[in-house]
């Protein structure tokens, strides 16, 4: 008995202290070594950049289709920008924002923004990971109890976890206009609904189904984890970080000639709708903003873009703003049109607490829009392009601009150019080797730039015989292209010779000295 009891006593201590380490371990920043960063490296720039210039210049333009868009579409007021980069350089608006007032829309009206508050709530729970508070795989009921007791639709159901909520992956029904009606309700009608077994319409992590009850979870889990209410944890991390000073979350603290009144359109007339006080989904769609305070965040997350060692000194880290921007559980959707209204398919996914989009044209677009009773908002980010548009109006669930107009106007009207990837030192290199190889076959070149598995598939003799082929249908060399690259080991570029145009593309290994690993050379000549 009293080996018994000195044992039990041993593995009470050990279990002690190891639940000690795993708490100290989820509750403290994770130390990491430096890293170590290559001088090799060019990140992506733009060449002749003109789009401010270029931006500028439709100004006019725009503010006629949201003028049009405003009057077919009886909205009372819309306010709207385009950023480019850190600069907010068109900021305009239309219409009323209170009507029996007759106060004029401005880029300094506050418009609540509905579900465009995702992303800040998202940023949040990145922001605790990345400090070592908590992780995306814990599961919820870690913080939240009684999510322990949900009743799941099967027995393999994963458990849900953070993620689950960032992704919208939890299982919960879609759960719009009721969860816009949610917005002032108390956290013990959030954590009631959840012990009261809620419903759900999938098991977990199976497809994405649109939840603004997910996002209030997330709010709750901020309050948890931070120890202060989620609103202020926005306020004082994010919002205030980005000097955003004229962004609230209660009406009431908005000047009244700033506030934008929702109204809804029924019987051939404006009709208010009731303004929500701000509560446990304020998580979802609670923040009001203006123009010129929004762009704040949308020049934040243009910033992620693109990789490079600059110093970080947002709320969050550039790679954990790529990281939101990133699509889950992404959906082709074939039958959708360009700006121009030809077809093009676009991927979609969802990532945290903002949706992405690449289409057919290879514009990709990171985006939010927000609806409430009395209002609707939208902004997209083209990270590539360094641009974002954003604009809000005050009639509920309604979009405040004509998206595909607007798309047509910047990449049609202005033909905008993305930034592009210089080519890397090694490339350049390997490609003046290429070129000289092809012609010599020199032997102490192959061996110090073509990889082992090069002539594996094919003989040296074959290939000599092949690539000279191309050489005598080609006739004199006259000029060879810059390289296009396609990343930092890999690219195409063109010899113009005499009969037509000798194309080459070539990738390199990952060793320390990128070799060549894939060759292709073809031809096209200059008959038709």
Request: charged share 20%; aromatic share 10%; glycine share 6%.
């Amino acid at each position: 008995m009293r080996d018994s009891n000195i044992n039990f006593l041993y593995i009470c201590l050990v279990s002690f202290l190891v639940a000690c380490s795993s708490e100290q371990s989820k509750n403290s920043k994770t130390e990491s070594s430096p890293l170590l960063i290559s001088d090799s490296y060019k990140a992506p720039v733009f060449v002749n950049d003109d789009r401010i210039e270029q931006i500028k210049k439709i100004t006019p333009e725009l503010q006629n289709l949201i003028m049009n868009h405003a009057e077919a579409k009886n909205i009372p007021g819309i306010a709207y920008g385009i950023v480019v980069d850190n600069e907010l350089v068109v900021a305009s608006a239309t219409g009323l924002i209170n009507i029996d007032k007759n106060l004029p829309a401005t880029s300094k009206s506050a418009f609540r923004i509905a579900s465009m508050t995702k992303s800040f709530t998202a940023m949040a729970i990145m922001k605790l990971r990345d400090e070592g508070k908590l992780s995306l795989s814990d599961p919820v009921s870690q913080y939240i109890p009684e999510m322990s007791t949900v009743e799941y639709l099967a027995e393999d159901s994963p458990i849900i976890d953070i993620e689950n909520l960032l992704t919208m992956t939890a299982g919960f029904p879609e759960d719009n206009p009721w969860g816009d009606r949610q917005l002032h309700e108390s956290n013990q009608m959030l954590i009631d609904l959840i012990a009261d077994e809620v419903s759900f319409s999938n098991v977990p992590s199976y497809s994405f189904e649109y939840s603004n009850t997910g996002y209030a979870l997330l709010g709750n889990i901020v309050s948890r984890v931070s120890g202060i209410p989620y609103q202020a944890y926005i306020k004082a991390n994010i919002l205030q970080a980005l000097g955003m000073e004229q962004t609230y979350w209660e009406y009431d603290s908005v000047l009244k000639e700033q506030l934008a009144i929702g109204y809804r359109w029924e019987d051939e007339q404006w009709k208010l709708e009731p303004m929500l006080h701000d509560g446990a989904y304020g998580a979802m769609g609670g923040l009001i903003t203006s123009i010129e305070d929004f762009s704040k965040y949308v020049s934040f997350h243009l910033s992620a873009w693109p990789p490079r060692s600059d110093e970080d000194t947002g709320p969050v880290k550039r790679s954990t703003l790529r990281e939101m921007q990133t699509p889950q559980f992404s959906k082709l959707y074939a039958n959708t049109t360009d700006f121009n209204g030809d077809p093009c398919a676009v991927i979609f996914g969802y990532g945290y607490g903002l949706g992405i989009a690449e289409s057919c044209n290879n514009i990709k677009q990171v985006s939010h829009g927000g609806a409430l009773p009395g209002f609707g908002s939208n902004y997209v980010l083209f990270p590539e392009y360094g641009v974002g548009i954003m604009a809000f109006c005050n009639l509920t669930y309604t979009s405040p601009y004509p998206f595909k107009d607007i798309g047509k106007l910047l990449f049609d009207s202005l033909n905008l150019q993305a930034r592009q990837l210089p080519v890397s030192n090694i490339l350049a290199e390997r490609q003046k080797q290429i070129v000289e190889l092809i012609q010599s076959w020199d032997l102490e070149l192959e061996e110090n730039i073509l990889a082992e598995n090069f002539y594996m598939d094919k003989s040296r003799e074959y290939r000599m015989s092949e690539i000279q082929d191309v050489l005598n249908k080609a006739g004199d060399i006259l000029n060879t292209n810059e390289m296009e690259p396609v990343n930092q080991l890999r690219g195409s570029f063109k010899i113009h010779a005499e009969n037509g145009v000798i194309d080459i593309f070539f990738t390199l290994t990952p060793e320390k000295y990128p070799k060549v690993q894939q060759l292709d050379i073809s031809f096209e000549s200059n008959e038709k």
